[in-house]
Structures are given as structure tokens and as C-alpha cells.
């Protein structure tokens, strides 16, 4: 009776945790299902490549795009360097101690602040106080600000993923502090890492609130839309989709939003997927050879 | 032979002088002496938790990357304290390499594994590189198993192998003294005899000292034995005599297997 039972509620936990990851699937699929059916018809070359319109139907999302990667690219080139070298600090040269400990308070507490509130903060000092207006700079740079304490944790958890026995093992062989961080520590985490920053780059591919503010809500006309400058107002494509549904004027609201909803999902699960990808193939890569 | 006395014999290698170790206010090791013989292996046995592993990391500066982890007194190596202000335990890590007790292969080739030590003290040369993985491969007598396979995963070999191959690592950077904490304690009888086998042939040319649990592996490999109790270092002397008339009581009980 007593086995019978056992049995049960061991059948039912299984089914039941089953269940469970079964529907964070289902919600996935219908999520992107759902956005293939109403987007898909939006989605053509004009579309992806084409100028944004403010009045008229048939705009395309082009500039939208160019300014998502733009600002991507940007502020990966100023958290990356920064966030890594605030992990590697944190987690293989602070003693425990009181600085330690204020600075792992202010990454966390950092990692509190809604994006909106950090867009108003980026609006504030970049845009007005630093003179630079709605642009890629402001907007890459507000999300810097946003993602640093992220991406050090990223790095803090990627290195402390390697074993202390291999830092022992480096050090036993003469190895200085630095010397075996750059060839051991950091090599070893490149897998986590690298899947870390990829994912990372999904938010903030995605990160709308933020921007609003920042890089603003519209794109120059013409070629000037694909200005390498920085320092221009640069609409990115989730901004877009935000501004296109509440503010714009222009009468095919519903499709533009529909495809761009559909290009960002897209481009964020290809980012997942090459975070999983990439992540694991430098883990096999680094062990297998030099 | 006389080793551990120092009643001519070898020469002195390393010298311990009222060593203390403190981990935050707990103390692991409480005023231990011991004269190291150059070519000899030194074996430290007793209980565990007695302290044995916590001295052995004394001897070349391990506990420094332990936080809280305290050393107080001398240890010389040919008359250098290596506890000096002056002293940087990076050189002091390169001249006293260490063994531990799971093998702790880097997760790259075994080839990049053995040269990890001399490239990192500036050896640029793939020739030179070449010539001291051969060499030091074949001092822990691991070449004949892998000198085909030098460029796979260091993680394919067994963990026999893969502890021979730390010890190749070790030998690569030709330090003066190899420390082992337990280094056959997680391998099978057979990969155990090799690396014995080894450090018989190791003392030649380098000064060993051993931590290990097993009492057989101690008088099987070892010159002079050390008995360690609940961090105090009860008695030293030559292996035979250790184990044959041991002079303190609670090193006889611990021999006869009165302790655990």
C-alpha cells in the first residue's frame, strides 16, 4: 500500500516537473508562433532594408536595424572591457574586505535600477548636461551604465566556474597572479564568458525603456540614416516598435509593428542560440589544443 | 644513513625553524622544527587533520593565496628564509614546485601543459620547448604512454597519467625541491607503484618531501619519516628507526594502528 503510494507520488513529481518545462516551451513556441502568423506577412526585403516612415504606409525598419547593431556594437565595446576587468578584480585579487564588499554592493544595487529610471539618468548627463542630444553615444553609454553590473557578475561566476586546484597547479609552478588569470583562469571560463556576453547582447539588443531617452525615437532621412557617427539621434528597432504603437502617425501601425516584433524576437533567439553555439565550441577548442 | 640528524650525510636542504600556522585564530601547526636532507625523500605522516598537508603548504608559500590562513616563523631554503620581506614567493613557488593530492591537469594539451612553466619564465622557443616536454615527460616516466598523442587533451589520460603528467609539469620549470601531498591517494594500486616507482627515481636529482597517509607507502619510499599529531610535530627520524623503535609513545601507538 505504502509502495504503491511512493510509486504514485514519485510518477506524479516526475509528471508534474515535466509538465512544467513542457509549458516554458509551449509558451515559447506559441509566443513566436503567434509572431510568425502576424508578422510574417510583413517581413520583405523593402521591409528589413527599407526607410522608416512618419506619415505614410509601406516604411520599412533599415535604419532601425543598422541602429540596434550600432548600439550594440558600441556598448559592448565599453561594458565588455570594463565588466571583465571588474570580475577578474572582484573575484581572484579582493581579499574580502570592506572595499570588496562596496563594491559588490554597488554592482548589485546597480542591477536594481529599472532601465527606465537609468534612461533618465542617460537623458540627464548625456544628453543635456554633456550637450551630445538624442544619439548612439548617449544611448550606448546609458546602456553601459545598465549592463556593467550584469556582465561582471557574468564574468565573477564564469571565473569562478575554473577550479582552484588550477590556479594552485600555476602558482606551484611559478606562475605570478596575472600570469595565471590571463592563461589559465580566463581561457578556462572562455565558454560561460562568451555565452554570458552573447546573452547579454540579446538585452540589449531588446532594451527599449532606456533608449527612449537617449539615443531617441527617430532616424535621419536618406543615407544619413546610416551615419557611422555617434553622435547622432539613432531610433533603434525595439524603440521602434514602442514608438510606432504609441506615438506615430502613419496608418500600417499594426504591420510595422507586427514585423518588427517579429525581427527582434528573431534576432534575440539567434543570439541565444550562438551564445549556446559559440560558448561551447571555444570550451571544446581551448581544451582540446592550445 | 643519517639524513634527518644531520650527523654529516647529506646536506641540509631546507630548514624549519618554530614554524606556527594559523587559520583566523584556529592553530594548525604549533612550533614545528625539521631539517630537510638534500636527495632524500621526506615522508610526513599521521592522522588526518593532524596538520601534515597545512605544513607541507608552508614550505613554499601555498598558503599566502589562503585568506586567513597565517605562517609564522622560519623556513630556509639553503640558508634563505623564504618568509623574508625580500624574498618573492613567486621565485621561492619556482624553485620548491608542488604535487597535489588530485591530479589538476590544465584543461589543454598535454604538451602545453608540460611547457605551461618554463613559457611562463620566458622560454619563447618551440625547439627548446620541444626538448623539455620530451625531457621531463620522460623523467616521470609518462613519454613511452603519450609521445604520440601530444597535442590531445591532457583530460583523455588516466588519472595515473594524469598525475604523472603534474609531476612533469613540475620537473619542467627544474625546481630544486618537489613537495607531494598525497599523491597516490586517489589512484589504483598499479598507477600507485609507478609513481613510488618515481620518486625513488626523482631524489636523485631533486629533494622530495611527502605528505601521505598510507604508513606502508612511507617506509616503502622514504628516507626519513616525520610523525605530525593534532598539528604538533611529535618525532623524526630515519624511516627504519621510525617505524622499528620509534622513541615517543603516541608515535608507536599511531605505528602499531592504535589511532586512527
Redesign the interface.
Known amino acids: 500500500m505504502i509502495q504503491a503510494r511512493r510509486r504514485f507520488t514519485d510518477a506524479f513529481a516526475s509528471g508534474a516537473l515535466w509538465g512544467a518545462a513542457c509549458f516554458v516551451v509551449l509558451m515559447l513556441a506559441a509566443l513566436v508562433g503567434y509572431l510568425i502568423y502576424l508578422g510574417g506577412s510583413a517581413i520583405s526585403w523593402h521591409f528589413l532594408t527599407g526607410m522608416s516612415s512618419e506619415m505614410n504606409a509601406g516604411g520599412g525598419v533599415g535604419p532601425q536595424i543598422y541602429n540596434s547593431f550600432y548600439i550594440l556594437i558600441l556598448t559592448l565595446v565599453f561594458t565588455v572591457p570594463v565588466s571583465l576587468a571588474a570580475g577578474i578584480y572582484l573575484q581572484e585579487y579582493a581579499?574580502?574586505g570592506w572595499f570588496r564588499s562596496a563594491v559588490q554592493f554597488s554592482a548589485e544595487s546597480l542591477a536594481t535600477v529599472p532601465s527606465i529610471v537609468m534612461g533618465l539618468f542617460g537623458l540627464l548627463v548625456f544628453v543635456q548636461t554633456l550637450r551630445w542630444g538624442f544619439s548612439a553615444l548617449a544611448g550606448a553609454l546609458t546602456l553601459t551604465v545598465l549592463n556593467l553590473p550584469a556582465l561582471t557578475r557574468v564574468t565573477q561566476e564564469a571565473l569562478a566556474s575554473v577550479?582552484g586546484?588550477?590556479?594552485?597547479?600555476?602558482?606551484?609552478?611559478?606562475?605570478?597572479k596575472w600570469?595565471t588569470v590571463l592563461?589559465?583562469v580566463l581561457?578556462?571560463s572562455i565558454g560561460p564568458l562568451t555565452t554570458g556576453i552573447v546573452l547579454i547582447s540579446g538585452r540589449i539588443f531588446g532594451e527599449t525603456a532606456a533608449l527612449i531617452y537617449t539615443a531617441g525615437t527617430s532616424v535621419a532621412h536618406g543615407r544619413a540614416a546610416y551615419d557611422l557617427s555617434p553622435l547622432r539621434p539613432a531610433e533603434t528597432l525595439a524603440v521602434h516598435l514602442w514608438y510606432t504603437h504609441s506615438e506615430a502617425l502613419i496608418p500600417d501601425v499594426t504591420r510595422i509593428g507586427n514585423g518588427s516584433a517579429l525581427v527582434l524576437l528573431m534576432m534575440v533567439l539567434i543570439f541565444n542560440v550562438v551564445a549556446r553555439v559559440v560558448g561551447r565550441a571555444l570550451t571544446m577548442h581551448?581544451?582540446?589544443?592550445? | 644513513m643519517i639524513g634527518a640528524n644531520g650527523r654529516g650525510g647529506p646536506r641540509e636542504k631546507m630548514k624549519v625553524e618554530d614554524m606556527n600556522v594559523f587559520y583566523g585564530s584556529f592553530q594548525a601547526i604549533k612550533d614545528a622544527n625539521l631539517n630537510v636532507a638534500e636527495h632524500r625523500v621526506t615522508a610526513l605522516i599521521g592522522p588526518s587533520g593532524c596538520g601534515k598537508s597545512t605544513f607541507i603548504r608552508a614550505l613554499n608559500r601555498m598558503h599566502d593565496l589562503t585568506p586567513g590562513a597565517r605562517v609564522e616563523g622560519r623556513v630556509m631554503l639553503d640558508g634563505e628564509n623564504i618568509y623574508a620581506p625580500s624574498v618573492d614567493p613567486v621565485t621561492v613557488r619556482h624553485r620548491i614546485g608542488m604535487v597535489f593530492q588530485r591530479a589538476n591537469p590544465f584543461p589543454k594539451s598535454i604538451f602545453e601543459n608540460v611547457v605551461y612553466g618554463p613559457k611562463i619564465h620566458g622560454l619563447r622557443s618551440h625547439k627548446a620547448l620541444v626538448e623539455v616536454a620530451e625531457k621531463s615527460l620522460r623523467a616521470a616516466a609518462l613519454w613511452d604512454e603519450v609521445k604520440d598523442r601530444l597535442n590531445r587533451s591532457a583530460l583523455d589520460l588516466s588519472g595515473g597519467q594524469q598525475q604523472r603528467l603534474c609531476i612533469a609539469r613540475v620537473l619542467a620549470v627544474e625546481p630544486e625541491v618537489i613537495l607531494m601531498d598525497e599523491p597516490a591517494s586517489a589512484l589504483d594500486p598499479i598507477a600507485t607503484s609507478k609513481i613510488e616507482d618515481l620518486i625513488g627515481e626523482l631524489k636523485r636529482r631533486y629533494t622530495v618531501v611527502i605528505v601521505t597517509h598510507s604508513m606502508q607507502q612511507a617506509a616503502r619510499i622514504s628516507d626519513s619519516t616525520v610523525f605530525f599529531l593534532l598539528g604538533e610535530l611529535i618525532e623524526v627520524g630515519t624511516t627504519s628507526e621510525i617505524f622499528t623503535r620509534p622513541k615517543d609513545k603516541r608515535t608507536e601507538d599511531y605505528i602499531t594502528g592504535r589511532y586512527g
Do not use: C, F, H, W
Not at chain 1, 588550477?166 to 609552478?173: D, F, H, K, N, P
Not at chain 1, 581551448?286 to 592550445?290: L, N, Y
Open positions: 581579499a574580502t577550479p586546484t588550477l590556479r594552485e597547479a600555476s602558482m606551484a609552478v611559478g606562475g605570478t600570469q592563461r589559465i581561457p578556462s581551448i581544451t582540446r589544443k592550445a
